[in-house]
């Protein structure tokens, strides 16, 4: 069970840190609102992910039915980050927490999360043959697995908006500007990709 349990600490600590849609949405939401709204975004995850590691747990064994949906999913991801991007883009130049405009952290966190195929490629690829795998062994050994996946995950996500919004107080004026375009510019990146493995997934649909 420890070998589960490390196993899901490494892959959580290494997903929370790494960028990606929802990573972006954490610094942009906790820039824009507050440590407050980025740890809204950064539970998203435990909303998400239990419907997502179910699904790709039944449906590993059908995997060449589930690529049209996660490529339909893709381009939905793509173009939902498209206005992302766009909202980021227009961001004032000053620092100040936004008061007056609803931020809807947590939806958009969890429309990120569920709009990306990236949550369930790796539950198909990682997650999922982990949790059969060690579920086979011992039920606590996938319980455990999952506990420590998720848990990290969160935390990492939590920590990172907890260290931009100590910091936020000496990002303003054209520095803050620059972030928020630099945010943006990334949303764009992970749009493209998505549009990308969209299309790359649909491509068998014609054929």
């Known amino acids: 069970m420890m070998a589960y349990l490390g196993a899901g600490v490494l892959l959580g600590i290494s997903a929370g840190f790494s960028p990606g849609p929802l990573f972006a949405l954490v610094l942009s939401q906790t820039l824009r609102h507050g440590i407050r ?25 059908r995997i060449a039915q589930f690529k049209p949906l996660l490529g339909f999913i893709s ?55 982990t949790i059969l795998k060690g579920w086979s062994l011992a039920p606590m ?40 375009r630099s945010l943006g510019a990334m949303l764009l990146v992970f749009a493209g990709l998505l549009f990308r493995d969209g299309i790359t997934l649909l491509k068998g649909l014609g054929g």
Not at 40 to 52: E, G, M, Q, S
Not at 159 to 179: D, E, H, P
């Open 75 to 129: 381009l939905g991801g793509g173009v939902f980050l498209l206005t992302m991007a766009y909202g980021t883009f227009r961001s004032g130049g000053e620092c100040d927490i936004d008061t007056q405009s609803a931020p809807k952290s947590l939806s958009r966190g969890i429309l990120t999360n569920l709009l990306s195929p990236h949550p369930y490629l790796f539950w198909i690829a990682v997650g999922a043959p």
């Open 37 to 61: 709204e980025g740890c809204k975004v950064a539970f998203a995850p435990l909303i998400t992910d239990l419907p997502i590691i179910l699904l790709t747990t039944l449906l590993l064994t």
């Open 141 to 180: 050994a996938a319980v455990s697995f999952v506990a420590a996946f998720s848990g990290c995950l969160i935390g990492s996500k939590l920590l990172l908006a907890l260290l931009v919004g100590k910091s936020r107080r000496f990002l303003a004026g054209t520095t803050y500007r620059w972030v928020m």
